[in-house]
């Protein structure tokens, strides 16, 4: 146990930057959130009000959700990529208030900082994109520290999601990441589903009010870690694309206002759709029409370099040619996203979409 004087929540950025983080490590903040940290940035935080209803169950029946006014397990993820700091200032920003008894945390909630090494090497990744990990994709790669960490996470998520006192709740997971490229929309979401559980229009509503301004429903299987949490565990899950890369101390955070907004009142047990100037946005929506995979060493990606997110394509315009096979956009209408040519053979190098 640590002092107690000391908040793991005002520290949780500079231990990890500063490689001081105490993995296993648990107590209670000055401010009366309790916290266990599960591995290096990881760190599950209990309001005091459900931490005593846990507590209690153990001799009376457990409360139910609304009636303790907790709704939703809660992931908030950021740092996947080690070079997208304005998720991981977001996230500080957040913890600091809560412990500055600014904001008044009413949501169990995992905190994570996905790659540790990359974050303090300033690089997207070290030796393998933490986010084509997931779904054991891991079990695929030759042993490393991201294939370890993705392996981590995906125990402590499932430990996680088990909850705490028997209560199930709403599980939400939102994975927050800024783009290596412009886009026509700076701010949007990929929204995995499957076709057991297809996003509801309430998520996308929430989503909007976040400032989020295109949104890309998908149902296409996928190894990053948004899909994992909503294929493995029916949370309403969403990658999160903020922007564009920039180191520390150097992202235009009032950029941000609208997601850190609508985080703060889903935490505090608010509904996130309900912004407090009363606007009601609408995201520009989209689907997954398919995917570009890169699966030999003759692939070609026919789009420029510095081609921005959510280009349109018209129908019959040939995108990529590997080998025999080629993309040919089918649709009267497609739009790219994440295109890149470099990926490894058998990763999608770009993932195309059109209107809802």
Known sequence: MTDAKRSALRHWLSDVRESRDHPHDAGIDPCGVHWQRHAEGVLELT?????????????SDAKSPSAAGHRYDAILSCGI?????????IV????????????????????????????????????????????????????SPAVQRARELEVIVAQFFAGVDGVRRQRRHVDMHTAIRASLFPRF?????????????????????ADIEATMRTEQPSITFSYYTCARFGAESCTLELGKVAPFGENRLEDFAGIDAALRRWLSGGDMAAREDGKVLQAKR????GEIVRRTDAF??????????FTAYPAGTVLARDGENTYTVSHPEERIVFPN????????????????
């Open 92 to 143: 500080d920003g957040i913890l600091q208030d809560i412990a500055d008894g600014k904001l008044t945390l009413r949501e169990r909630v995992l905190v994570v900082l996905g790659n540790p090494d990359a974050v303090r090497a300033g690089k997207r990744y070290l030796e393998y994109d933490l986010n084509r990990l997931f779904q054991g994709a891991h079990a695929k790669r030759a042993e």
């Open 286 to 289: 989209f689907r997954v029409a």
């Open 81 to 89: 990529h080690g070079d997208e700091t304005a998720p991981i200032e």
């Open 189 to 209: 979401a990929v929204v995995p589903g499957t076709p057991e559980r297809p996003p509801q229009a309430a998520w996308f509503d929430a989503l909007a009010a």
């Open 300 to 309: 070609v990606l026919d789009v420029p370099a510095d081609t921005p997110n």
């Open 47 to 59: 309001p005091p009000g459900l931490a005593a209803a846990s507590d209690a169950s153990d001799t």
């Open 341 to 356: 040519p470099n990926v490894a053979n058998g990763l999608r190098a770009g993932v195309m979409v059109v209107p809802e």
